[in-house]
């Protein structure tokens, strides 16, 4: 599997937008940048998921990069119940690769 | 939005008993579930992978005749740790890719705390 480089941790002041990088500079063409994020103690939860163009939904903002070696992951106002590990994992696009490799992932700490 | 659950959510065991973890995917199908391991301040392992009807798939270095894997139906999985050691302890985690697809595809579960006395 390609493998994503995060940062290991960040902060962040409440209401204020997060910039969440990762770098991802063996992609294949065929590969998804998925972003799941993990709260203490839960299972991890989808956040956006994305393949070219940049992406958006209720929970957050994804822009890739021309070159599709990086991406960001936007929120766009951190909140307390945004503190969590986010990953950015790589997915093959073919059929029947379902499976997520998790890394380290970055931990966002929101400070109120 | 689909949902999937972890029975027991929490698990205190003595040493040389078997657990079994029930892992339902509650308003999908689910042909596809996988079991995830993860010890406190880790990222999560992938374990296996179990498909409906057939056997489970273990990653490498997973001990298939410890972590017993049944996924009799579209909806129901079972991770079964048997005779279970304290170094078994662990954050066990299931997700379940939904059958109808969609822009997420996998639906995690919310975990079970196993600890092994």
């Known amino acids: 599997d390609a493998k994503t480089t995060q940062p290991n941790s960040m902060e962040s002041n409440e209401e204020e937008p997060v910039h969440l990088p990762c770098n991802h500079s063996?992609?294949?063409?065929?590969?998804?940048i998925h972003w799941y994020r993990q709260l203490p103690s839960q299972g991890p939860e989808y956040v956006i998921h994305g393949l070219t163009s940049n992406v958006n939904n209720r929970m957050a903002s994804l822009a890739i990069a021309e070159d599709r070696k990086s991406s960001t992951l936007i929120l766009h106002r951190a909140t307390l119940r945004d503190a969590a590990v986010y990953y950015c994992?790589?997915?093959?696009?073919?059929?029947?690769?379902?499976?997520?490799?998790f890394g380290k992932g970055t931990k966002l700490s929101v400070i109120p | 939005g689909a949902v999937v659950s972890q029975h027991p959510s929490w698990v205190i065991c003595k040493s040389g008993t078997s657990v079994k973890i029930e892992c339902r995917s509650l308003d999908f199908q689910a042909t596809t579930m996988f079991w995830y391991r993860q010890f406190p301040k880790q990222s999560l392992m992938l374990m296996a992978t179990?498909?409906?009807?057939?056997?489970?798939?273990?990653e490498q270095g997973v001990e298939k005749d410890k972590f017993l894997i049944n996924h009799a139906s579209l909806t129901l999985s079972t991770l079964t740790v048997t005779s279970a050691h304290p170094e078994d302890s662990s954050f066990y985690i299931c997700?379940?890719?939904?059958?109808?697809?969609?822009?997420?595809?996998?639906?995690f579960g919310p975990g079970t705390r196993l600890t092994v006395l």
């Open positions: 063996t992609i294949s063409g065929t590969d998804y």
């Open positions: 997700s379940a890719r939904n059958l109808a697809g969609g822009p997420n595809e996998q639906f």
């Open positions: 994992i790589l997915r093959g696009g073919g059929a029947g690769s379902y499976q997520l490799t």
């Open positions: 179990s498909n409906e009807g057939s056997k489970a798939t273990y």
